[in-house]
């Protein structure tokens, strides 16, 4: 169910684009916010909302990997897997994550911090390997960059 700060703005997030196709991804950012990921209820919600077709949300909620269909950690892992990344290391930082985290691809760990998906490509292969945390990247990554932002973060 949408929430009330999202139905109170969302009239404001339209009017800053030409349509309400436009602001499509801005609202879905602005739902994912407000609850931490977007359920099936959502998208049904919002469609009849802003009277655009279902099948077009869900479109971009499919092709898009910044949005999460089901609940994450409170730190969202993602690994970029695309060919630069793979190269450069990314295999080795999902092992990494499997063993420090105990956690596996699609899972959060039991205390609820971690989350932990894989993504074609997060757009900043000149830097692989690239992590995303939440809406943070992190280039450059290797073991001992990773251990130590794990470690920082559990201490939040």
Do not use: W
């Amino acid at each position: 169910m949408l929430g009330d700060r999202f139905k109170k703005e969302y009239k404001n997030i339209i009017a800053k684009f030409e349509d309400k196709n436009s602001a499509l991804l801005s609202l879905l950012h602005e739902i994912q916010k407000e609850n931490g990921y977007i359920k099936e209820e959502d998208v049904n919600e919002l469609s009849e909302l802003i009277d655009l077709p279902y099948s077009k949300i869900k479109s971009a909620l499919s092709f898009y990997t910044m949005y999460n269909l089901k609940k994450v950690g409170k730190y969202h892992i993602q690994v970029c897997r695309n060919l630069s990344c793979h190269i450069a290391g990314s295999n080795s930082l999902m092992e990494f994550i499997f063993d420090k985290l105990k956690l596996k691809e699609n899972e959060i760990t039991e205390d609820g911090m971690f989350s932990l998906s894989t993504v074609e490509c997060l757009g900043s292969c000149g830097t692989a390997p690239v992590i995303m945390i939440n809406d943070t990247y992190h280039e450059n990554m290797d073991l001992e960059k990773l251990e130590r932002l794990i470690d920082e973060l559990r201490k939040k």
